[in-house]
Nanobody, 112 residues
Framework: QVQLVESGGGLVQPGGSLRLSCVAS????????MGWYRQAPGKQRELVGL???????TYSDSVKGRFALSRDNAKKTVYLQMNTLKPEDTAVYYC??????WGQGTQVTVSS
């Protein structure tokens, strides 16, 4: 059974930074494309970024240049470093594996 557990969310002021973590179990993590998605209140879930097993990354235009994905295959963990946060980044952030499996989500709130 695949499990994804996110952590690292919280309340941060505009311009601040957060790093989210997602630990995977029950899957061949090193062979999996991992992704982060987010869902703001009243909006559809949207892609934030993807990272391949070889650590090639892609990002949505809304976060490009501010967010960075990385992974540690030995720890079965994928990270989302979020810098220069804006109020519009407020959402529940979800980890995804292989476009199949989802974590429970972690809340990120950007507010002064």
């Amino acid at each position: 059974q695949v499990q994804l557990v996110e952590s690292g969310g919280g309340l941060v002021q505009p311009g601040g930074s957060l790093r989210l973590s997602c630990v995977a179990s029950g899957t061949i993590f090193s062979l999996s494309v991992m992704g982060w998605y987010r869902q703001a209140p009243g909006k559809q879930r949207e892609l934030v970024g993807l990272i391949t097993p070889g650590s090639t990354t892609t990002y949505s235009d809304s976060v490009k240049g501010r967010f960075a994905l990385s992974r540690d295959n030995a720890k079965k963990t994928v990270y989302l470093q979020m810098n220069t946060l804006k109020p519009e980044d407020t959402a529940v952030y979800y980890c995804n594996a292989r476009n199949q499996f989802w974590g429970q989500g972690t809340q990120v709130t950007v507010s002064s």
